[in-house]
């Protein structure tokens, strides 16, 4: 079974301060994704990596950033952190199925940034 | 407009109906189509992927894609209160493996 693990189920912070959000996955995995979730919008892709040391930004990267340093490893960070950046966050990971991936997600952090 | 519209419900139904969720997109480069079933305050999982028109079966769930239409179905036959989760489509444009994009998801409610 595929496993997508991530670092807090519930964090708390405050205004402006630098938060890591990290992500894990057991599975040999080449793709990872952060996205969040909002009600009424649905997820949002926030960055994704194809490989180790890459990132690619997805649909709504402003405020983010994101490390892959190891391939099982993917961090998103939040520079600053705003209230508008009080979300559900997502991790997936992926393989290939056919011509398109098969995306796997972690349990999410519920974020409130107060 | 969004790309892929879905009704957020909630929608909610006997125990033993039959469920019918639906997704409507407008970009006709989309292929792949996938639903991913969500607990509340867990991770989506996926429950069936399709490529192209047709339909594709797995026990109690089938998954019918019609691409002159635009429109995509998840039918869920003999529903349980364990089926009681929210609904989410995707879908992804061949050759751009990775990026789906996904509707806002449907709230499903199965009652005894």
């Known amino acids: 079974d595929v496993k997508v693990t991530q670092s807090s189920r519930y964090l708390v912070k405050r205004t402006g301060e630098k938060v890591f959000l990290e992500c894990v996955q057991d599975?040999?995995?080449?793709?990872m994704f952060w996205y969040r979730q909002d009600p009424g919008l649905g997820l949002r892709l926030i960055y994704f990596s194809y490989d180790v040391k890459m990132k690619e930004k997805g649909d709504i990267p402003e405020g983010y950033s994101v490390s892959r340093e190891k391939k099982e490893r993917f961090s998103l960070i939040l520079e600053s952190a705003s209230t508008n950046q009080t979300s559900m966050y997502l991790c997936?990971?992926?393989?290939?199925?056919?011509?398109?991936?098969?995306?796997?997600f972690g349990p999410g952090t519920r974020l409130t940034v107060l | 407009q969004k790309e892929v519209e879905q009704d957020p419900g909630p929608l909610s139904v006997p125990e033993g109906a039959i469920v019918s969720l639906n997704c409507t997109y407008s970009?006709?480069?989309?292929?792949?189509f996938m639903w991913y079933r969500q607990y509340s305050r867990k991770g989506p999982e996926l429950l069936m992927y399709?490529?192209?028109?047709g339909n594709k079966e797995d026990g109690r769930f089938t998954a019918q894609v019609d691409k002159s239409s635009k429109y995509i179905s998840l039918f869920i036959r003999d529903s349980q209160p364990s089926d009681s989760a929210t609904y989410l489509c995707a879908m992804s444009k061949t050759g751009t493996a990775s990026k789906l994009t996904f509707g806002t998801g449907t709230r499903l409610q199965v009652t005894l």
């Open positions: 399709t490529y192209s028109s």
């Open positions: 599975m040999d995995h080449e793709n």
């Open positions: 997936a990971s992926s393989f290939r199925t056919g011509g398109t991936d098969t995306q796997y």
């Open positions: 970009n006709s480069a989309f292929q792949y």
